[in-house]
C-alpha cells in the first residue's frame, strides 16, 4: 500500500474551509486526518467528531511537535496565516497549504516564503476560485 499522508488541520471554526478541504483529503485514500487545533475548543470538538479524527489541540506548536503532518491545512483568520505558516514550516511537513489571502502586506508573504524555502516545505495559497467565469470578466475588465 502507497504512503498515506498525515493531514493536520489549524483553524476549524469561523467560515468552515477547514471542512471544505476536510472532505477532499477524506475522500483520498492516500490522506490520513491525524489531528486539529483551534483555540476555540468547541470548534475542535466538533470537527474532530465530525472527521473521526482524535488528536485534538489548541495549541499549533504543541499539535505540530505532537502529530509531526506531513500536510499542515491552515484555514485561520488571515491576521495570523504567516505567523502560523512560519510556524508550521519550522516543524517540516511536506506541504502546507494556507487559506488567502496569503498574508497582511509583502512582508509577511516573503518571509513565510523564505521559511517554507529553508525548511524543504511546499507552500500553497488556496485560491480556488480564482479561474471561476466572474472573477475572469472581473479581470479582463479591470484589465481593459
Excluded: W
Excluded at 28 to 44: P, Q, T, Y
Excluded at 77 to 84: D, F, G, M, Y
Amino acid at each position: 500500500m502507497a504512503k498515506k499522508y498525515r493531514v493536520a488541520f489549524i483553524g476549524v471554526g469561523g467560515m468552515g474551509i477547514a471542512f471544505y478541504h476536510a472532505g477532499c483529503f477524506a475522500a483520498d485514500d492516500r490522506a490520513e486526518l491525524v489531528a486539529c487545533c483551534d483555540i476555540n475548543r468547541k470548534a475542535v470538538d466538533k470537527f474532530c467528531s465530525q472527521f473521526d479524527i482524535a488528536d485534538r489541540y489548541e495549541d499549533a506548536d504543541e499539535m505540530l511537535a505532537a502529530t509531526s503532518p506531513d500536510v499542515v491545512v491552515i484555514g485561520t483568520n488571515e491576521t495570523v496565516h504567516a505567523r502560523l505558516t512560519i510556524l508550521a514550516a519550522g516543524h517540516s511537513p511536506r506541504a502546507i497549504l494556507c487559506e488567502k489571502p496569503m498574508a497582511m502586506n509583502l512582508g509577511e508573504a516573503d518571509a513565510m516564503i523564505a521559511a517554507c524555502e529553508a525548511n524543504g516545505v511546499l507552500l500553497l495559497i488556496g485560491h480556488q476560485r480564482r479561474y471561476n467565469t466572474q472573477y475572469a470578466v472581473a479581470k479582463e475588465r479591470l484589465d481593459a
